[in-house]
């Protein structure tokens, strides 16, 4: 009986859907975090009258045939990369992407991954690096008598000296770009690396050529709502319900054949 495999393909199209939704829905607070969809698509169809075959030999066509279904499976889980909402921290090293861009940042394995959560901090030697201790390429030193330090929206950054009245510059950030933004693997950390997928990342200056600026002092939240992950549960839960209702009335289906005399 095929509704029961078939119906298995969709309990467990449901179930992979939750488990999107349930990772959303865990990273509602975290940095920058882009949430994710699952894409389905239908099976293989199984001909048992091919359409548009000859039904005689006066040349009259099939007008539609029979094709069965064989049931649903997962074609990509994407993410949706639009912007998340800004908040103040208070944090003179904190910097928020507004627009297009990542900052490149430079692994011990000297491999390079990307974010777009821009929660640093100032290594024991004074250079700009990540929560994890990751250098934000290219590498910037904030001296360790700077008594303040500036970050403005094309990425300049600018230190103020003790004894000083003139801020000097000790470094320029960059952002980082990609053709196909969706492409991009995911590590875990809030790091991506490129992929065949994404292109090779384009590299530019903050407010030129498309890239976003910087928004020193701020962060960029998780782009997860609430209500509408809370209705896609819902509307899973449910779904995951009805097949499992056509396993069951399949079952009963197959208990009645069996007592047949």
Known sequence: MRSLSISATGMLAQQLNVEVISNNIANM??????????????????????????????????????????????????????????????????????????????LPSGDVA??????????????????????????????????????????????????QTQPQTVGQLELHGFPNDAGLESLGDNLFVETPSSGQAITGLPGANGFGTLLQGFLETSNVNAVSEITNLITAQRAFELNSKVITASDEMLSTINQLR
């Open 114 to 163: 990307f974010t777009r959560a821009g929660t640093f901090a100032r290594s024991p030697d004074g250079q700009l690096v990540t929560v994890d201790g990751y250098v934000v390429n290219p590498g910037i030193t904030i001296p360790i008598d700077a008594v303040t330090t500036s970050i403005n929206a094309t990425g300049e950054v600018q230190v103020k000296l003790a004894g």
């Open 29 to 106: 607070a975290t940095t920058a975090f882009k949430r994710q969809r699952p894409e389905f698509q239908d099976m293989l169809y199984q001909q048992q009258r091919q359409v548009g075959a000859q039904s005689s030999d006066a040349g009259t066509l099939v007008p539609n045939g029979v094709q069965l279904g064989t049931g649903v499976k997962t074609a990509s889980v994407y993410r949706i990369t639009e912007q998340g909402n800004l908040v103040s921290t208070g944090n003179q090293l904190d910097v928020a992407i507004q627009g297009r861009g990542y900052f490149r940042i430079d």
